[in-house]
């Protein structure tokens, strides 16, 4: 198993421009979710996802749209890029059911510099 | 308001300078206080969990133990590559697997 894997690894962004960030699992994990991290603020989630066809908002969505369309994958699009959301983007996943079903693993992360 | 602490920020040690950190926290509801290690570059990666005031768990030098207000990382004579920084975070419940994270502790370990 792969795990959580993102792509690209690095991207910067001119203010305006959009891009989707790419994300997919292969544990068959229901639960998937959009995380940034920046200096002297943790991790923040940003969108969530409990399953195919469903997502909702986190602490941060502003700016950030989120689809998912099957099990494995979960883009986030940045449709109007602004510098505020230059930072380093992670998703993470966890299995929706199961003792183990509050343990989340992360992907190995987007470093985004928007200019 | 949900709030999850991490001291101290940074800690220097010496190989074999055995050390602890320190991660409190206040949430209602605790479900699951995790540890994750982050090397440079990468994305956490997942060591322990722990569910209720007590218990504790162990994985090669580290412990990771609980009581209801705090969580204790015990490194045991440490070696260069436990140099990283380690997170804490905190699930309560009835929040949508939402985690809040500490801000970590980052560890370097000296030969």
């Known amino acids: 198993n792969a795990g959580v894997t993102q792509t690209p690894k690095f991207h910067i962004l001119k203010t305006g421009q959009s891009m989707t960030l790419q994300c997919a699992q292969d544990m068959n994990h229901g639960y998937l979710s959009w995380y940034r991290q920046d200096p002297g603020m943790g991790l923040r989630r940003i969108h969530y996802s409990v399953a195919a066809g469903i997502t909702d908002k986190g602490e941060v969505p502003d700016g950030y749209n989120v689809s998912r369309s099957n099990t494995e994958d979960f883009p986030l699009r940045l449709e109007s890029a602004a510098p505020s959301q230059t930072s380093v983007y992670f998703c993470?996943?966890?299995?929706?059911?199961?003792?183990?079903?509050?343990?989340?693993?992360f992907g190995p992360g987007t470093r985004l510099t928007v200019t | 308001e949900d709030q999850v602490t991490q001291s101290p920020e940074a800690l220097r040690l010496q190989e074999g300078e055995s050390s602890s950190l320190n991660c409190s926290y206040t949430?209602?509801?605790?479900?699951?206080l995790f540890w994750y290690r982050q090397d440079p570059g990468k994305g956490p990666e997942f060591l322990f969990t722990l569910y209720s005031a007590g218990e504790e768990k162990e994985k090669e030098r580290l412990k990771a133990t609980l009581t209801k207000k705090e969580s204790f990382l015990h490194i045991t004579a440490p070696k260069p590559e436990d140099s990283a920084t380690y997170l804490c975070a905190v699930h309560r419940s009835s929040n949508t697997g939402k985690l809040i994270f500490g801000q970590g502790t980052t560890l370097q370990v000296k030969p």
């Open positions: 949430v209602s509801g605790l479900r699951g």
């Open positions: 993470a996943s966890r299995p929706k059911t199961g003792v183990n079903s509050y343990e989340q693993y």
